[in-house]
């Protein structure tokens, strides 16, 4: 799910706390609950407190893999692979030459080449206006069988 949808269902719940403080009785009932006899949150923090996870889950989405790859045919042996590194990662920057030598081998098995060569390898780092991204560039040439 998009950032800008969870934010959208999020201004959607504040918008109808506070239509709701304007009318007889709020929509988030004015109570605590009791999680242990010295620890005693409102509903309202209860709630506050899951949206905020539910954003910052989708945010940094750790499930997701480390490594966005897009891989371009140059011609009928050579590929480019760009890859980039997701936004809010909790590890893997280092491993972004062993990600494109897996991907480069299980398109070797599929297509039924004999092996291949890396021509060109970069690291670097894109600046973007949220946050900077690791990236890697390489150019692989195939072998053919015979």
């Not at 989708?58 to 897009?70: R, T």
């Not at 480019?80 to 590194?85: A, F, I, L, R, S």
């Not at 080449?113 to 040439?141: C, K, M, N, P, Q």
């Amino acid at each position: 799910m998009p950032l800008s949808s969870v934010l959208r269902r999020a201004h959607v719940v504040v918008l109808a706390a506070a239509l709701g403080a304007c009318g007889g009785s709020p929509i988030i009932p004015d109570k605590n609950i009791t999680i242990f006899p010295t620890f005693q949150p409102s509903v309202e923090a209860v709630i506050l407190g899951t949206f905020a996870g539910i954003a910052l889950w989708k945010i940094v989405d750790p499930a997701a893999p480390n490594w966005n790859v897009a891989v371009t045919p140059l011609d009928d042996s050579r590929v480019e692979v760009d890859m980039k590194m997701k936004r809010f990662a909790t590890g893997g920057s280092g491993e972004a030459y062993g990600v494109m030598q897996r991907s480069m081998r299980a398109l070797m098995e599929d297509y039924g080449f004999t092996g291949y060569a890396v021509l060109t390898w970069s690291e670097g780092i894109e600046s973007e206006t949220f946050g900077a991204r690791r990236t890697a560039h390489a150019v692989v040439r195939f072998n053919r069988p015979g």
